[in-house]
């Protein structure tokens, strides 16, 4: 446990103690405290959660594949969640400025059998079918910290202290974090979890890994007309505005009551520093396929998250004593198939199947995930990824190999961490973008916020910890031009202009931390890794509906 400064005294916590404790409740996290619970009704299990509600964080696709559901809760479909979208159709098209070309769809992306929801929505009918067998959810009560014993095991998790104003006084309001003790803790916190990212580098969990790889997913969802939408249609693109060298593509899935949800991925692991993630996406709303559809629509929710890419060579060791990874903080989304939640609820289980089994010791789960049906689905994709690193057509060309012999090269093709990729200025050849005039909402980030919904008290500690400020106005707008500015999407970053107190202009960076949609995007690109996020205060953040 992390120990306060010599001169501060002790603040007595509340303890709570568990059997289990599970940080996130997302599917895997869900899917674990169910299955537990099916399995080991007496044991105590509890799940915090950082969002205000259950799903407020959730954002994703998501078109999901049923068989991990059907597993779990065999009756699902008597009582679905609230958006459940049969698929029907399929389409891949390969955009240019102006156009596209119907393209065969890839094997992995037919989704007839699927069904399209959404993932925030999903987890908010998971949580009560939870509480129904037993398991104790707390919305609201951010992990701040893991609970060490003295041989360093994992022994549970700190929740934030609430009411701590900006310079770090206390407000009146202030009530201390309370401990929750458990004998094991399960880590489902999703893509670039900040607990995970402690843990990883405490118990080197990556020594023998691949780093891992992200994108981020930047999300909206709309309403149209009703006679626009055909429900259960399913559209992915790639190509335009995306250039060769840069790892982009979209999704629209057409839903039920005239909604649309559409979003734009781009790989983080992008080489020109001038790329902007998020208005690629609102160039891609705006091309002549696409705009047809949302002209005199209205949004309904937005949001981004990153999304974790890296697959089978990145999969870091899931055990460490007191403790497992599940999910999408584990890294088991498939790369080609677009899709996570099945991967999220297998493990899930699996974990909850392993606990009860070794008496709720961690040690054999990493073996037990790695000879699993999980991980076979991600060794036999392992190299599609990858393979874009070395532009569009060789990797379509890789992509169409490891899918014609399943996966069978002989070779393991490497991942680099994201943040390296980046090109300096005047390195980087500017590509060719082909921008089109915007006139589809959002016109700017901050009008994006908006429709996250995204709240944090103004007067709390700013949770993305930057080590060095220094280097932003030096180093990093001489080499790469200050990128945190372009790859947030929620305005976040500004270098400012402001006199320093003898009246001399002076460059600094202003961080808009009340605009951060907790897509984790800045912690995973800073070229410098200076940018650290932590949790803000519980339930602090976005308020997707729906996304």
Not at 10 to 21: P, T
Not at 181 to 199: N, Y
Not at 414 to 430: C, F, M, T
Not at 471 to 481: A, K, L, S
């Amino acid at each position: 446990m992390s120990q306060p400064p010599n001169d501060a005294p002790e603040i007595e916590r509340d303890v709570m103690e568990y059997d289990v404790v599970t940080v996130g409740a997302g599917p895997s996290g869900l899917a674990f405290a169910i299955r537990l619970k099916q399995l080991a009704p007496d044991l105590s299990v509890c799940v915090i959660e950082k969002s205000s509600t259950i799903g407020a964080h959730i954002l994703s696709g998501a078109v999901i594949e049923t068989g991990p559901l059907d597993a779990l809760l065999p009756n699902w479909r008597d009582n679905p969640p609230p958006i459940c979208v049969p698929a029907t159709d399929d389409e891949f098209w390969l955009l240019s400025q102006h156009g596209g070309r119907k393209l065969p769809v890839p094997p992995g992306m037919h989704n007839h059998g699927n069904v399209i929801v959404s993932l925030g929505a999903m987890c908010a009918w998971l949580a009560p079918q939870a509480e129904a067998l037993g398991v104790e959810i707390y919305p609201g009560f951010a992990a701040a910290e893991t609970l060490h014993g003295e041989d360093g095991s994992v022994q549970g998790v700190r929740i934030g202290d609430m009411g701590i104003a900006k310079d770090g006084s206390h407000k009146p309001g202030y009530t201390p974090g309370i401990d929750i003790r458990a004998k094991l803790t399960v880590l489902a916190e999703g893509a670039r979890g900040h607990l995970t990212k402690r843990l990883v580098k405490r118990f080197h969990l990556d020594a023998d890994s691949d780093p891992q790889g992200y994108s981020i997913g930047i999300k909206e969802l709309w309403q149209v007309p009703e006679e626009r939408v055909s429900p259960g249609k399913i559209v992915h693109s790639f190509g335009w505005p995306a250039d060769n060298r840069t790892y982009g593509g979209s999704f629209l899935y057409h839903l039920d009551k005239g909604r649309i949800a559409l979003g734009y991925v781009s790989g983080l692991d992008y080489q020109d520093p001038d790329y902007r993630p998020w208005e690629a996406f609102q160039q891609w709303k705006n091309h002549p396929m696409i705009k047809p559809l949302l002209e005199g629509g209205s949004i309904l929710s937005a949001g981004a998250r990153a999304i974790v890419t890296g697959g089978w060579q990145s999969l870091p060791r899931v055990e460490m004593p007191g403790a497992m990874l599940i999910g999408d903080t584990a890294g088991l989304l498939n790369v080609p198939k677009v899709k996570g939640t099945h991967q999220a609820i297998r493990s899930g289980m699996l974990a909850a199947e392993h606990a009860v089994a070794a008496g709720l010791s961690p040690e054999g789960f990493d073996a037990r995930l790695r000879a699993s049906d999980v991980m076979d689905e991600l060794r036999k994709v392992r190299n599609i990824k990858p393979g874009f690193k070395r532009g569009l057509w060789f990797g379509m060309l890789n992509a169409a190999w490891e899918t014609v012999t399943g996966g069978r090269s002989p070779w393991t093709l490497k991942n680099k961490a994201d943040w390296s990729s980046l090109d300096r200025l005047g390195q980087h050849e500017q590509p060719r973008r082909d921008y089109v005039e915007r006139s589809l909402e959002p016109r700017d980030r901050l009008a994006g916020v908006y429709y996250a919904a995204t709240e944090h008290d103004e007067d709390q500690p700013v949770h993305l910890k930057v080590a060095d400020t220094t280097v932003c106005v030096t180093r990093c707008t001489e080499e790469y031009g200050n990128p945190c500015t372009r790859f947030c999407p929620a305005g976040v970053y500004e270098i400012v202009e402001q006199p320093d107190p003898t009246g001399t202009p002076a460059r600094h960076l202003q961080i808009n931390a009340a605009n951060c949609v907790h897509c984790k995007t800045c912690d995973i690109k800073d070229p410098y890794q200076i940018i650290d996020w932590v949790t803000p205060e519980g339930g602090a953040g976005p308020n997707y509906q729906n996304l």
